[in-house]
Structures are given as C-alpha cells and as structure tokens.
C-alpha cells in the first residue's frame, strides 16, 4: 500500500496525517503551541515550534501506523495564510512571526493604498490592503525594525517555512501567495507591478507553482529528523482555507463551504477570476491548478466562542470534566435553553477587528442590549447568533456577485453540534451538509499530494473518490424568519458604533 503525508501548520497547533491511496486516513497527530500577544493587537508565533510540532507528529503518524516512511509517496502542506517569516542570509529566523489576525499595521494599509492608489491595487491584486495581510507586515518590518530589515533575504509564509526547513528550497504557490497582497491573482504570478511599487525586491520572495506540483524534496537533515526518506517529493500545497476547501470537495461551481474555526470562512469555488470592484470579498487562486476561489472572512468566529470558554466557563469547564464531555457540548446546552434572539441581546464578534464585511482593524466586539434579566444562556446563545450573522454577512456577499450556490458545507467546530448547525441552516435560510471527512486542510493536502503521486488523475477525481455528503440540516421557517428580525438589528450595530470602537481602540493603544 502507498501513503501520502498531509501537514497543516495551524494557528493553535500542527495537525499531520497520514492517508492511503484510497483516501483512508491511517493515523493522524496534533501538536499544539503558544500564540504571543506582546502588545494589544499584536499576534506573533515563533517558527521554531511549528518546525517542533511538525518533526513529532511525522515521527508519530509512522509509528502509530507502523507504515514504512519508504511507502510514503509525497507529502503536502497547508498553513495560515499571511504570517510573514523574515530569514537572513544563512535562512535563520530574524524574529517571531507576524500573524494572520495581527492588527498592527493600519498605517501601512493606508501607506500601500496612496502609493499605489486603492483602484490599481484592486486591479493588480483583486484586494484591498488590510493589516492580516503580508505586504503591511513586511513594510511595517523595514519602517519599525530597520536594523533587522538590513539582514532580511528572504519572505516565507508559515507553510513555506516548513518547506524549507524540509527541504532546504524556497517555494510557495499560488493559493497562498494570494493572500501576500504582492500577487497578481489573474496571471498567478508576483505582481511586478505591486513589488516595484512598495520598492520591495523581488528576490525575497520565493519560487511560486501550482498546488500540485511538486517543486521540492525532504533533505538529508530533514529526514534524519523526521524519519522520512530523503527525496520524497513535496507539492505546493495550499493557504489553509484553499486546501480545506480541497478537503471539503469545494472544488466545482455550486458547492460552497462555512468554516467555523478560530476564524470564519464562506468559500466559494470559480471557474474565472471574480473581482469584487469594492474589494469586500477576497479573490484568490484556489489550490485547483487553474481555478479561483473568493472568500469572505471574518476573524473571530471560533475565536470569540473560545474567549468565553476560556474567560467565563470554569464552573462549565468543571461540569464537562465531570461528565466527561467537550466543555462547548455543556456551553450549546446551555445555550440552546434561551430563545432564538437571546431576549433583545446581540453580540459583535469584532474582538480582533474585522475583514469582512468590515475591513477594519479599529472595530472591537460587544455586547449590546444587556439588562439584568440576561443570564449565560442568552449570553452564550448571542455569541453563537453574532459569530453566525458575521458569517452570514459574508454568504451575501458572495450572493451579491452571483457565484451559484446550490449546497453549504459546513466543517469547524460549529459543524460538530447539532444545535450551532441549525441556527446555522435557519440563519443562511440555506440547509447545510456535513461530510464524511473532518480532517480538513490537512486531507486537503493530502489529496493534493495523491494527485501528485499517481494515486488520482485530477483534484476533482481525488474529491469525487474520497468526500460525501452524510448529513443534511434543513431550514425551519419560522426560525428563519424570527433570526431574520435580530439580524437586521445586528446589522445596523457596526456603523452606529464604528466611530465610538476608534476611540476606544486608541484609548487602549
């Protein structure tokens, strides 16, 4: 039997698996990491513990499967988009990564976008600056670092730092590179236009291929660590929610996918280009060698419900451990007791700003409407509805460019309870699905690698072989309509408030 390797260099941990060539997945290992918040609205990595995470849970997947590393056919990598990992000469890390949902670089957004002019850069790139973004990050590097900056050679992305720590060759692809705000998204290829622009060299960015191909090979001292065999290739991979996407069978027009993890997603394939001329959206190359995906994202999603858990669930987190449950089983039960609108009270889920449909770095979360009849469970359930009417605001804009949806699927933690998948069917007024596979972008890449490997002819056979629908969560209509009356007051909540999270963001700076 032949194996590929999947990788995913997450957020809050590596997850790796190992999957045979009919798509079963043999073992799987997650290792977890900090995440640095040295100052408010700063979030930062060290690189040294994905290479950590990634070298324990290889050696772990082999020995839990007792497969030979000589039956591992290619491997694929997936990550969190955006971070910037700045290398010198000898390809050693400067300082601790910068983050996807990093807010710290507002006065670059500003500075990239009267440079180049907010329309070309549209053009260019089929974005708008925002701080999660590379480029900000890697301006923000040279204008507040310049000692440091005189020693960058080179710019990776989270994944593509494993690459070469694999590998000893820098490489990207498309997906990825996408989320850079330095790619021409049309041609898929660096923008030298983009580059030039924010005088940025051109060679300090890596070699840039499709996600199927395989540009790169594990090295000696990459084997030596991580039991692999020397010149087992490694494809291109994917940006996290490409190659979850890949994962999911988001992979032909008509089907669309809502992540809920510690960000949001609503993701939907394209046959063409899609180009937002507002930018409200983000348009990417998907890991599908010639096709496009625009996204919507919001930052908080899973992020805002792991807050409350950590901040306010003791008693809860002890109840689980008691009964031996997931302590977000008892937080949805409690939820699940107050009614659809929590009795007048909304949530905003902008705890680390917002991109979509807001792309703002100075917008804070909040409770509003809170009187003395609200308890834990209106709190908890308002949580679930602002984290889902987020993602229904970037489900319409992906309606308002009229990319087809004919099915949702759902993944992330808010797929695995039943009561979060309804009010996600009755608040996308859409029925939702879940699949047959959880495994995410790290199946995703999987497959990408079985591709590469011979095990399938194209992306979409690997997709159509592996991934099927399980379950369907229909809409209740009266639900629908009651969710309907709360979503529009939550709408009307971030321009009331908007000027009032500015300064409140400036008094905590």
């Known amino acids: 039997m032949a194996y590929v390797i999947g990788i995913d260099i997450g957020t809050s941990g590596t997850k790796t698996l190992l999957v045979d060539e009919t798509g079963k997945v043999a073992a799987s290992a997650t290792q977890s990491y900090a995440l640095s918040q040295p100052k408010v609205d700063w979030s930062e990595q060290d690189p040294a513990d994905w290479w950590a995470a990634t070298v324990a849970t290889v050696r772990t997947v082999l020995a839990r499967s007792g497969v030979s590393a000589q039956q591992v056919k290619a491997l694929g990598l997936s990550g969190q988009m955006h971070g910037a990992v700045a290398l010198d000469e000898a390809g050693n890390v400067l300082r601790p990564a910068i983050l996807w949902n990093d807010q710290r670089t507002a006065a670059e957004c500003e500075e990239i976008e009267s440079t180049l002019g907010r329309d070309r850069l549209i053009a260019c790139t089929h974005n708008v600056a925002l701080a999660g973004f590379t480029a900000p990050k890697i301006l923000w590097i040279r204008k507040h670092e310049p000692r440091l900056w005189e020693k960058v050679r080179k710019i990776l992305l989270p994944k593509d730092y494993i690459r070469y720590r694999l590998s000893g060759d820098f490489a990207t692809e498309v997906s990825d590179a996408s989320g850079t705000l330095l790619f021409d998204v049309k041609n898929r290829c660096w923008s030298a236009e983009v580059l030039s622009g924010l005088q940025i060299d051109p060679d300090l960015m890596p070699i840039c291929s499709e996600s199927v191909v395989a540009t790169t090979a594990i090295h000696a001292s990459a084997a030596e660590e991580t039991g692999l065999v020397v010149g087992t290739p490694i494809v291109g991979g994917g940006g996290d929610q490409a190659a979850g996407a890949v994962g999911s069978g988001v992979v032909r027009n008509g089907i669309l996918s809502a992540t809920l993890g510690t960000s949001g997603v609503v993701f939907a394939h394209a046959d063409e280009p899609v180009c937002d001329p507002l930018a409200r959206v983000h348009s990417f190359c998907h890991a599908v060698p010639g096709k496009w995906h625009i996204m919507g994202v919001m930052l908080s999603a899973g ?31 409690t939820a699940k007791s107050a009614r659809i609108g929590s009795e007048g009270l909304i949530f905003l889920p902008y705890l680390t700003g917002e991109r979509c449909p807001h792309p703002d770095s100075g917008a804070r979360g909040a409770w509003v409407g809170l009187t003395r009849a609200h308890g834990k469970p209106e709190m908890i359930r308002s949580l679930l509805e602002g984290v889902t009417f987020g993602m229904r605001d970037c489900l319409q804009l992906v309606r308002d460019l009229n990319v087809p949806v004919a099915q949702i699927r759902i993944s992330g933690g808010g797929a695995r309870s039943p009561f979060w998948r309804q009010m996600q069917a009755d608040i996308y007024e859409t029925s939702v699905s879940r699949i047959n596979v959880e495994e995410g972008p790290a199946f995703g890449v999987a497959l990408l690698a079985a591709v590469a490997a011979g095990f399938y002819d194209s992306v979409e056979e690997a997709c159509e072989a592996t991934i099927q629908v399980e379950e369907i969560t229909d809409v209740k209509p009266l639900a629908a309509e009651l969710y309907n009356s709360a979503y529009k007051q939550y709408r009307a909540l971030y321009p009331a408030l908007k000027d009032s999270f500015h300064r409140l963001a400036e008094l905590s700076g």
Do not use: H, M, N, P
């Open 303 to 333: 992020g805002s419900f792991q807050w409350y858990r950590d901040t306010f669930a003791e008693t809860e987190k002890a109840e689980a451990e008691r009964r031996d449950v997931d302590v977000y089983d008892i937080l949805c039960e």
